[in-house]
């Protein structure tokens, strides 16, 4: 079965780094991109960064751009989200998916999130 | 900041049909598939439709996807309270070379 588990969220205060992972098991994880989509408080989905299946490349929202960082391991089939000086605005549930590019562009599955609070 | 529009709710009766839609631009929709997700809020969401129009295996045939120029539409016949949750498009951008996301419409069953 495919699965994704996040963890690394919690209550951070502002300013602060975080590391987000994701540990993928069920699929050959070296041949699928990633990515991670948010969802703040009632919003809605955002997507925030999307890596290759090799990690040579790497995509960002223009909103987490210079901020979040999205890295592989492939050898652990882990993906991790670094985030740099967290604002209020980045409290959210952080989703990761398994990012599919046959014929298209879709993610498929996704994990349960992990919650980030930032607040001091 | 969602690129792609979709309507706040739509409500519906068990049984009813309820078609969602999702605009967008020639940078997304106009040269991108579409997908469609299923969310419930603290939950994993589930992915509905890709390419446009293909359901996974395990999405009943209720759900079914459609695009036309820079829109697209998720349809759901013989709604069902278990439908009850939160419907995303999505699709890649060219000129953001990046997904962008629908506002999202929340369905309520009646």
């Known amino acids: 079965e495919v699965q994704m588990m996040e963890s690394g969220g919690g209550l951070v205060q502002p300013g602060g780094p975080l590391r987000l992972s994701c540990a993928a098991s069920g699929f050959t994880f070296n041949v699928y991109g990633m990515g991670w989509v948010r969802q703040a408080p009632g919003k809605g989905l955002e997507w925030v960064a999307s890596?290759?299946?090799?990690?040579?490349?790497?995509y960002y929202a223009a909103s987490v751009k210079g901020r979040f960082t999205i890295s592989r391991d492939n050898s652990n089939n882990t993906l991790f989200l670094h985030i740099n000086s967290l604002r209020a605005e980045d409290t959210a549930t952080y989703y990761c998916g398994r990012w599919q590019l046959v014929g298209g562009n879709w993610f498929d599955p996704w994990g349960q999130g992990t919650q980030v609070t930032v607040s001091s | 900041q969602s690129v792609l529009t979709q309507p706040p709710s739509m409500s519906g009766t068990p049984g009813q049909r309820v078609t969602i839609s999702c605009s967008g631009s020639?940078?997304?929709?106009?040269?991108?598939?579409v997908s469609w997700y299923q969310h419930l809020p603290g939950t994993a969401p589930k992915l509905l439709i890709y390419?446009?129009?293909r359901r996974p295996s395990g999405v009943p045939d209720r759900f079914s996807g459609s695009k036309s120029g820079t829109s697209a539409s998720l349809a759901i016949s013989g709604l069902q309270s278990e439908d009850e949750a939160d419907y995303y498009c999505s699709a890649w951008d060219d000129s953001l070379n990046g997904f962008v996301f629908g506002t999202g419409t929340k369905v309520t069953v009646l």
């Open positions: 390419i446009n129009n």
């Open positions: 020639s940078s997304n929709i106009g040269i991108q598939t």
């Open positions: 890596i290759g299946n090799s990690g040579d490349d790497s």
